[in-house]
């Protein structure tokens, strides 16, 4: 345990540097929009899928240095959805990792372009010229494009939105999760592995049916503490998707029944790193923490 928070503090600690470094300057024009992106990035946030992308970086030998960008843009992309699904068109949510909503705090239409914005910049910082070939960035660019659209989390919010108030069976919701949460997630651990020296297609098939089952895992505790959290240490309003009458896997199938699953999903995803090295335990560690984690 001991050696799963020092890497994660390490991990967010280069990720928070990286951030600080990408994003442009609180004092350089349209400074609004510029404080906006900051405030919605920086300073907040368990920095879970940049923690994935370098502990796949890591299982597959890439150069830390080179795992910075991707790292940041999985980020900002994330940042973004959490900025505009706190608006009050979507889920109208008054605080956000331990502080106000970026719209709280600055305005709607100040808002939404901060997470225009982002997405623009993350983009931006995988085409940027850098070791990684052009095949390379090419494929983090497709990834995180797909992961981003109406197949993956923007899809998957609006399963979210029109879910309100109705019975979803388990497929549906577990659609709904793959999504919305899931699709990132498994983004995050692919960027890494894209990042390392010739990866070959039967080392990337095993990362990416690790990444699917540790995303669809992470959605469920989340759903779970929603139920079980309280609002500080979550650093969001707990109780909001019951109070909103969500589909969510407790009000299916009960706490005990989802803590199993997302446990089971952990233990299918280690088995899918099984013959892989030492190098691997970042991604190890990380499955047992994301069922674990209490926030």
Known sequence: MSS?????EEYQARAERALNHYLPSAESAPTDLHRAMRYAVLDGGKRIRPALVYAAGSAVGAEPALLDAPACAVEMIHAYSLVHDDLPAMDNDDLRRGKPTCHKRFGEAPALLAGDALIAL???????????????????IETL???SGSHGMAGGQALDLAAIGKNLNLAELELMHV???????RASVLLGAYCGPDV???????????????GLAFQIQ????????????????????????KPTYPALLGL??????ARDLRDEALEHLAGMDSRADPLRWLAHHIVARES
């Open 4 to 8: 799963l928070e020092a890497l994660l």
């Open 122 to 140: 993350a983009f931006h910082l995988l085409a940027a010229p850098s070791s990684i070939s052009d095949r390379g960035r090419v494929r983090m």
């Open 200 to 214: 070959n297609p039967a080392l990337l098939s095993k990362l990416d049916r690790y990444a699917k089952r540790i």
């Open 222 to 245: 989340d759903d779970i503490l929603d139920e079980t959290g309280d609002t500080q240490t979550l650093g969001k309003t707990h109780g909001a998707d019951r109070a909103r009458n």
């Open 179 to 185: 999504q919305k949460t899931g699709a990132l997630i």
């Open 145 to 147: 494009a797909q992961a």
């Open 256 to 261: 005990n029944q989802s803590r199993q699953i």
